[in-house]
């Protein structure tokens, strides 16, 4: 082992005598590859470990964040253990701001302190009242136990075209549950702020907004978020009543204290442990908090048995922001049996997949039994499409890998979720219809403009299984509504080779103009494959004048 990892761990031993909660400690900790010999001992290793999603079972390696007794009891057990020395460092390394940085966390400027994303999202909404709101949907356990620090709000920022009342279908995105993952609160504060500030300018942007919410709490666990701005390795909330703990390892971890499948493995039972699921299921305030909000937005749709099943018109999706490891997840965790839902949500994992080229696969597969989690909560309660994405590879993602790796990979897989929304168990096994193309941006009125795009049914990740394509058999066009409005007229879309005979066509129409309005119009554009199934719209801008 490196000699000053030594000492470190030498010091965090000492540090783990139980602390008072008026003086906290942060001992040292150390990120390390631990070797695991089959399924059953890397779900024994989640229940006592503070796993990363980083699993190879090639090596049959995961990597986790070890305390100084952690480390040696693995080493006794003859485990291999690997110790990862520039992330060690970085996890034990203080915060430190340079004179030239003004804003953000201290040696990460791409991410918003909470303060700082509070303060975005109101003025977001300040300056786009009928296109987002910012509203307090609970308290944090700091907020609502006296005597401490002040806590924070759980609060959600809404986004939809308010001026349109009518029903919507709902995405529901959240991030940084875990206190330290920095990257998730960043990546969806930019999605909500992209979705707003280009309403005016983008088709995709516009039509969403005036036809669908996104609802976004941005940080589900910002008081433990306020301790990782400092490089503390913090994973839970702030609850300091369980036990004599460090610092860091104070609280409940929420992702294993929701209420659907609690204390079903892959969780400890023991107060400083980091996957503490707490003393009840949905003990927290964020955690009812969470719930709550959730149930106010989505009907049941799904019976009470393990093996009922969302009817496939069922609505709604909700997705979880973690990092790291590289996955896009989805229901179940706690077992390896397949969910009742199991084909839709690996069809559109695997469309999310065709984005940020994570492995698509069910928890308990690719990873390990983890009970208690909010998508879990989602799907099992009510049927609601619900994923993970587990991004990028590192806890405290350099500036540099999160602009160039988790932005562009993950921001339209973002946008993906959200037109998916309305039909998650229906639409991503459709075709898309991608690189729309008007003959003419602008034309004066009666005068025929022709409309180009490509129906494409093979736009799957590959990186968890192979996803059927099928031949394109229709494609359509519709103005300013889309087509699941009652009384929206539909135009066909024609293949320009003469045959619907491929997987992947060039449609054309040409659109005549004398009936439209002056003014800028929407078109959107809907593809369909040989099974019957509609895929979701892509929309372009034609302006009358």
């Not at 078109?523 to 004048?545: K, M, N, R, Y």
Request: hydrophobic share 40%; aromatic share 10%.
């Amino acid at each position: 082992m490196p000699s000053f990892l030594a000492g470190a761990l030498a010091a965090a031993a000492l540090a783990l005598v139980p602390a008072a909660p008026s003086t906290p400690v942060s001992p040292p900790v150390v990120l390390a590859r631990v070797s695991f010999q089959s399924q059953a001992d890397l779900d024994a290793l989640a229940a006592r470990l503070d796993l990363t999603a980083a699993v190879d079972r090639a090596r049959g390696t995961v990597e986790a964040v070890l305390s100084a007794e952690e480390y040696s009891a693995l080493m006794k057990e003859g485990r291999a253990v690997q110790v990862l020395e520039e992330p060690t460092r970085l996890l034990n390394t203080p915060r430190e701001r340079s004179a030239a940085q003004r804003t953000g966390i201290a040696g990460y400027a791409c991410y918003r302190t909470v303060d700082e994303t509070y303060a975005a999202m109101e003025n977001l909404a300040n300056t786009y009242p009928t296109l987002a709101s910012w509203e307090d949907i609970g308290d944090t356990w700091d907020k609502v136990t006296a005597g401490g620090n002040p806590g924070d709000d759980l609060r959600v920022l809404v986004v939809t075209n308010r001026t349109r009342l009518k029903p919507k279908p709902r995405f529901f995105l959240m991030a940084a549950i875990h206190a330290r993952e920095y990257a998730t609160a960043e990546l969806a504060a930019r999605f909500a702020e992209q979705l707003v500030t280009s309403y005016d300018t983008d088709p995709e942007a516009r039509w969403l907004l005036d036809h669908h919410q996104l609802h976004l709490v941005v940080h589900s666990n910002p008081d433990g978020r306020r301790l990782a701005e400092t490089g503390a390795s913090k994973r839970k909330n702030t609850n300091t009543t369980q036990g004599s703990c460090t610092q860091t390892t104070w609280g409940v971890d929420l992702n294993r204290n929701s209420s659907f499948d609690w204390n079903q493995g892959g969780a400890s039972s023991s107060a400083c442990s980091e996957t503490f699921m707490g003393r009840s299921a949905a003990s927290e305030p964020e955690t009812q908090a969470l719930e709550n909000y959730i149930l106010s937005l989505f009907p049941d749709r799904r019976g009470p048995g393990a093996t009922d099943a969302a009817p496939a018109d069922t609505s709604g999706l909700v997705l979880s922001l973690h990092s790291y490891g590289g996955y896009v997840l989805y229901p179940w965790a706690t077992s390896s049996a397949l969910a009742p839902n199991a084909t839709q949500l690996r069809t559109l994992g695997r469309k999310f997949n065709y984005f940020n080229d994570y492995e698509a696969c069910q928890v308990s597969t690719c990873l390990y039994t983890a009970s208690g989690s909010t998508d879990a909560f989602a799907y099992g309660r009510l049927g609601v499409a619900a994923y993970t994405f587990e991004m990028g590879d590192a806890f405290f993602q350099s500036c540099s890998s999160f602009e160039s790796d988790i932005v562009p990979g993950n921001m339209p897989a973002l946008y993906y979720a959200f037109k998916a929304a309305r039909r998650p168990y229906q639409t991503p096994s459709g075709p898309d219809s991608v690189h729309l193309f008007l003959s003419a941006s602008t034309v004066t009125q009666g005068t025929p403009v022709t409309l180009t795009a490509q129906a494409n049914d093979t736009r799957y990740g590959t990186n968890g299984g192979v996803e059927p394509a099928q031949f394109i058999t229709a494609a359509r066009y519709s103005i300013n509504q889309p087509s699941w409005l009652a009384g929206t007229p539909l135009y066909p879309m024609n293949p320009a080779d003469g045959a619907f005979d491929a997987s992947m066509e060039t449609v054309v129409a040409t659109i005549p103009t004398t009936g439209l309005t002056r003014g800028r119009h929407t078109l959107f554009v809907e593809s369909q494959d040989a099974t019957g199934q509609w895929g979701v719209p892509t929309a372009i801008f034609l302006t009358v004048q």
